[in-house]
C-alpha cells in the first residue's frame, strides 16, 4: 500500500486491495476501480500529449458522471490540478472562472462546450456529439474514444504540497474567487472525515451534493479514500431521492439544508418503510432547521441512522463536527473541531476569547488551504500567521479566519451566531449580494440595485433585489429582468422578488444602505 500523500494514491491503493470492487454506479452503469484506473491513465496520458502538465489547470464542465469523475483522476496523475466548473453556470461565468485561473484544457459535455464564446480553450475533450460542442475554436476530442483506448501517463512527481483543484466561491467583491487546495488539503480531508464518520469499504455512499462543491467533492474522496462504492444522482427530485437511497441501499449520505426538506415530503413513505440500511447522515452548508432536524430524528434514528451536524468553509473544508450522541444541543451548535484540527474564537484584540463571549471561528490544521488564486490582498486579508502562535513561530504557518461570529460554552461546544459579511446562501449555494447586483445591473434597465437574503427555512435564503430603473425604463421592466437573470445566470441567483424604488438610499458616505434596505424590507 502506498503512503497517503496525493489524491491519485488513494486511487492506488483501492485498486490494490480489490480491483474488481464496484467504485461509482451511473444511472444503470457501475464502474470498478480497475476501471477508474485504466480510463482515468488513458485520459491522463492524452492529456501530457495535448501539453498539460505539471501545475496546468485542466477545466471539467460537465453533469455529474462517471467521466467527470475519471477526468478528476487524469488531471490528477497528469500532475495538473482540475478545476469543476458548475455546469449550471451560463457562458459568460464559465469564461470568467476559465480566463481567471488560466484552464489550459476543458472536458465537457458537447452542448455546454457548444455555448462557449470561441477560443475560450484552446483544447477540449468532448462527451457527446461533436456537432454540439463546435463553440470551442481549437482542437476537439471526442473523450469516449481516448477512454476506450490504451495509454500510461508519465510520472510528473506531484507532491502533497503541490494543488490539486482550485474551488470556486463567491467572493464579497462579487466576483467568485477560487479557494487553491493542494493534495494534503485533499487527503487530510479524506481522513479526518472517513475516520469520525466510521466509513469502510462496505458502504454505499450516496453523491447527492455537486462536485463542483467542496462537500459533495469530499464524498467522492472518502468514498475512495476506504475502497467503497460512491452512487451519483442528478435529480433533486423528493421521489428520485428517497428512490436513490432505497435502489442502492446507501449507508451514508451527506446534504445540505433543502436537501432534507426534500426528503421529508417523502416522510410518509420512511415511516411505512424505513431506510433500514441508512447508518448516517450529515448536513453541512447551513444551519438546519430545529423543526426538519427533529422530523428527521423521528424518521430515521429507530432504524438506527446517525445524524452528524457539520460545520465548515471552502477556505478550510471542514471545521466542526457535532456528534450524534449530543444532537440535544440543537442546531445553533456546531459542535468541537474535527480531528486534527484547533478552532480558536478570536476577539478584535486578537485573543482567546472567553466561555460565552462572541468572537471570530479561527481555523487551524492540515485542511486550511493555499489561499485564492491570483489574488494576495483577499488571501492576506482571510490567511494569517497563527494569533495564538509564540513570537518565535508567529510566521510558520497560516490560520483562515472565516468571517463567522461563534460563541463556546463552557463544555467547549462551538454555537453560530451570524456571519460579519452579508453572503447569501440559497439552494445550497453561496453567493455575494454584489453577484446578483451585478447580474441585474447588466441587464441594462437598472440604475442601482441592492440584493440580500431572507431566511427560508426550505432553501436556506429567498433571493430579494430592490432596484431603481433607468429613467426611460416602462411597467413591464420588473419582467424583463426577471427573464434576463433567467437566461443569464442559474437558477439559485435569480431573485424571488424584485422591487421597485424611485432612488435607493445611502449612508452618511453615500454607500447605498444595504441594511436601511433590508430591514424596511423585514418590516413590511
Given at each position: 500500500?502506498?503512503?497517503?500523500?496525493?489524491?491519485?494514491?488513494?486511487?492506488?491503493?483501492?485498486?490494490?486491495?480489490?480491483p474488481?470492487?464496484?467504485?461509482?454506479?451511473?444511472?444503470?452503469s457501475?464502474?470498478?476501480?480497475?476501471?477508474?484506473?485504466?480510463?482515468?491513465?488513458?485520459?491522463?496520458?492524452?492529456?501530457?500529449?495535448?501539453?498539460?502538465?505539471?501545475?496546468?489547470?485542466?477545466?471539467?464542465?460537465?453533469?455529474?458522471?462517471?467521466?467527470?469523475?475519471?477526468?478528476?483522476?487524469?488531471?490528477?496523475?497528469a500532475?495538473?490540478?482540475?478545476?469543476?466548473?458548475?455546469?449550471?453556470?451560463?457562458?459568460q461565468?464559465?469564461?470568467?472562472?476559465?480566463g481567471?485561473?488560466?484552464?489550459?484544457?476543458?472536458?465537457?459535455?458537447?452542448?455546454?462546450?457548444?455555448e462557449?464564446?470561441?477560443?475560450?480553450?484552446?483544447?477540449?475533450?468532448?462527451?457527446?456529439?461533436?456537432?454540439?460542442?463546435?463553440?470551442?475554436?481549437?482542437?476537439?476530442?471526442?473523450?469516449?474514444?481516448?477512454?476506450?483506448?490504451?495509454?500510461?501517463?508519465?510520472?510528473?512527481?506531484?507532491?502533497?504540497?503541490?494543488?490539486?483543484?482550485?474551488?470556486?466561491?463567491?467572493?464579497?467583491?462579487?466576483?467568485?474567487?477560487?479557494?487553491s487546495?493542494?493534495?494534503?488539503?485533499?487527503?487530510?480531508g479524506?481522513?479526518?472525515?472517513?475516520?469520525?464518520?466510521?466509513?469502510?469499504?462496505?458502504?454505499?455512499?450516496?453523491?447527492?451534493?455537486?462536485?463542483?462543491?467542496?462537500?459533495?467533492?469530499?464524498?467522492?474522496?472518502?468514498?475512495?479514500?476506504?475502497?467503497?462504492?460512491?452512487?451519483?444522482?442528478?435529480?433533486?427530485?423528493?421521489?428520485?431521492?428517497?428512490?436513490?437511497?432505497?435502489?442502492?441501499?446507501?449507508?451514508?449520505?451527506?446534504?445540505?439544508?433543502?436537501?432534507?426538506?426534500?426528503?421529508?415530503?417523502?416522510?410518509?413513505?420512511?415511516?411505512?418503510?424505513?431506510?433500514?440500511?441508512?447508518?448516517?447522515?450529515?448536513?453541512?452548508g447551513?444551519?438546519?432547521?430545529?423543526?426538519?432536524?427533529?422530523?428527521?430524528?423521528?424518521?430515521?434514528?429507530?432504524?438506527?441512522?446517525?445524524?452528524?451536524?457539520?460545520?465548515?468553509?471552502t477556505?478550510a473544508?471542514?471545521?466542526?463536527?457535532?456528534?450524534?450522541?449530543?444532537?440535544?444541543?440543537?442546531?445553533?451548535?456546531?459542535?468541537?473541531?474535527?480531528?486534527?484540527?484547533?478552532?480558536?474564537?478570536?476577539?478584535?484584540?486578537?485573543?482567546?476569547?472567553?466561555?460565552?463571549?462572541?468572537?471570530?471561528?479561527?481555523h487551524?490544521?492540515?485542511?486550511?488551504?493555499?489561499?485564492?488564486?491570483?489574488k494576495?490582498?483577499?488571501?492576506?486579508?482571510?490567511?494569517r500567521?497563527?494569533?495564538?502562535?509564540?513570537?518565535?513561530?508567529?510566521?510558520?504557518?497560516?490560520?483562515?479566519?472565516?468571517?463567522?461570529?461563534?460563541?463556546?460554552?463552557?463544555?467547549?461546544?462551538?454555537?453560530?451566531?451570524?456571519?460579519?459579511?452579508?453572503?447569501?446562501?440559497?439552494?445550497?449555494?453561496?453567493?455575494s449580494?454584489?453577484?446578483?447586483?451585478?447580474?441585474?445591473?447588466?441587464?441594462?434597465?437598472?440604475?442601482?440595485?441592492?440584493?440580500?437574503?431572507?431566511?427560508?427555512?426550505?432553501?436556506?435564503?429567498?433571493?430579494?433585489?430592490?432596484?431603481?430603473?433607468?429613467?426611460?425604463?416602462?411597467?413591464?421592466?420588473?419582467q424583463a429582468?426577471?427573464?434576463?437573470?433567467?437566461?443569464?445566470?442559474?437558477?439559485?441567483?435569480?431573485?424571488?422578488?424584485?422591487?421597485?424604488?424611485d432612488?435607493?438610499?445611502?449612508?452618511?458616505?453615500?454607500?447605498?444602505?444595504?441594511?436601511?434596505?433590508?430591514?424596511?424590507?423585514?418590516?413590511?
Amino acid at each position: 500500500m502506498r503512503p497517503e500523500f496525493t489524491l491519485h494514491d488513494l486511487l492506488y491503493n483501492s485498486v490494490e486491495r480489490d480491483p474488481q470492487k464496484v467504485a461509482i454506479v451511473d444511472g444503470k452503469s457501475e464502474h470498478t476501480y480497475e476501471d477508474m484506473m485504466r480510463e482515468s491513465g488513458a485520459l491522463a496520458a492524452a492529456l501530457q500529449d495535448a501539453g498539460v502538465g505539471k501545475g496546468d489547470r485542466v477545466g471539467i464542465l460537465m453533469d455529474k458522471s462517471w467521466e467527470a469523475i475519471v477526468a478528476m483522476m487524469a488531471a490528477s496523475r497528469a500532475g495538473a490540478a482540475f478545476v469543476n466548473i458548475n455546469p449550471m453556470l451560463k457562458a459568460q461565468q464559465v469564461g470568467y472562472i476559465a480566463g481567471d485561473c488560466n484552464v489550459r484544457v476543458l472536458i465537457g459535455d458537447s452542448p455546454k462546450l457548444g455555448e462557449m464564446e470561441p477560443k475560450t480553450v484552446e483544447r477540449a475533450f468532448y462527451k457527446g456529439e461533436k456537432s454540439d460542442a463546435e463553440g470551442i475554436s481549437g482542437e476537439l476530442t471526442d473523450l469516449a474514444e481516448v477512454l476506450s483506448g490504451d495509454g500510461e501517463p508519465e510520472e510528473t512527481g506531484v507532491s502533497e504540497v503541490d494543488l490539486a483543484t482550485i474551488l470556486y466561491t463567491s467572493g464579497s467583491t462579487g466576483m467568485p474567487k477560487g479557494v487553491s487546495t493542494s493534495h494534503r488539503n485533499f487527503v487530510a480531508g479524506s481522513q479526518i472525515v472517513s475516520t469520525y464518520l466510521e466509513n469502510t469499504s462496505e458502504d454505499r455512499i450516496l453523491s447527492a451534493l455537486p462536485l463542483n462543491f467542496d462537500a459533495g467533492l469530499n464524498q467522492f474522496t472518502t468514498s475512495l479514500r476506504v475502497g467503497a462504492t460512491l452512487a451519483l444522482l442528478r435529480s433533486r427530485l423528493p421521489g428520485d431521492l428517497l428512490k436513490g437511497l432505497r435502489r442502492h441501499e446507501i449507508t451514508g449520505v451527506a446534504g445540505v439544508p433543502p436537501l432534507w426538506a426534500l426528503l421529508l415530503r417523502g416522510s410518509k413513505s420512511i415511516q411505512e418503510q424505513p431506510l433500514e440500511h441508512l447508518r448516517y447522515i450529515s448536513n453541512t452548508g447551513g444551519r438546519i432547521p430545529q423543526a426538519n432536524l427533529d422530523e428527521l430524528r423521528r424518521l430515521l434514528e429507530p432504524s438506527g441512522t446517525k445524524i452528524y451536524l457539520m460545520y465548515g468553509l471552502t477556505e478550510a473544508f471542514r471545521s466542526t463536527y457535532l456528534p450524534p450522541e449530543e444532537i440535544e444541543r440543537g442546531t445553533e451548535c456546531i459542535g468541537k473541531a474535527i480531528p486534527d484540527t484547533q478552532i480558536m474564537v478570536i476577539n478584535k484584540e486578537g485573543k482567546e476569547c472567553a466561555p460565552g463571549e462572541v468572537g471570530e471561528l479561527v481555523h487551524r490544521g492540515p485542511t486550511v488551504a493555499m489561499g485564492y488564486w491570483g489574488k494576495p490582498e483577499a488571501t492576506a486579508k482571510a490567511y494569517r500567521p497563527n494569533p495564538l502562535a509564540p513570537p518565535e513561530l508567529l510566521d510558520v504557518e497560516r490560520v483562515v479566519y472565516s468571517g463567522d461570529q461563534v460563541r463556546r460554552d463552557e463544555d467547549g461546544f462551538l454555537y453560530f451566531v451570524g456571519r460579519e459579511d452579508a453572503m447569501i446562501k440559497s439552494q445550497g449555494y453561496r453567493m455575494s449580494p454584489e453577484e446578483i447586483e451585478n447580474l441585474l445591473i447588466s441587464s441594462g434597465r437598472v440604475h442601482e440595485a441592492c440584493a440580500f437574503g431572507v431566511a427560508n427555512p426550505d432553501v436556506g435564503h429567498d433571493v430579494v433585489a430592490v432596484v431603481s430603473l433607468k429613467g426611460d425604463e416602462d411597467g413591464d421592466a420588473v419582467q424583463a429582468i426577471r427573464q434576463f437573470a433567467v437566461n443569464n445566470a442559474p437558477p439559485y441567483m435569480v431573485p424571488k422578488e424584485i422591487l421597485v424604488q424611485d432612488e435607493l438610499p445611502k449612508t452618511a458616505s453615500g454607500k447605498i444602505d444595504r441594511k436601511g434596505i433590508s430591514n424596511a424590507y423585514a418590516d413590511r
